[in-house]
């Protein structure tokens, strides 16, 4: 899945499509009502204009690979028949301290220093992902909300 501008289209990762989600499993935790996840995923040929003050600036292809465990919490319920059933989906949240993110940058010296710093992104990848996810999560909550567990054996 790619996410783009809150905008969720099928894609690989190619240029064009900033985050390319590429495998996501999943534990449901019930007890705690919340989903755990392990995402995992990239950006390519992500340009990046660098200015670094000495002449024209420099546009840097980037490639990003990444991974890390997210939270899905939710809320759950009884409807009239006492079938648990979804009430909420909450906003998603991601474990910083799992992140692993893997940067490459071509476009020259000034590029391979931006590749240097990649920590500073972690942040910003954390934030674009969150939101992105956010966005995705008012039509689940429209959609979900109500339906029944299939096991109701918890």
Sequence with gaps: MCIRDSEATECDGLPGCPVAVTEITAILDMENERLIGRMEGNVRSLTIRVDS?????????????????????????????????LVEILPIEFDRDSVEIDLSARGGFICSLLAGFQDLFVEDLIGQLEMAAGDLLFGLNVELAGLPFCDQDF
């Design 53 to 85: 003050g000495f002449g024209a600036p420099s546009n840097c292809q980037v490639d990003i690979d990444f991974s890390g465990d997210m939270i899905v919490p939710f809320v759950t319920g009884f409807d009239d028949e006492d079938n648990l059933i």
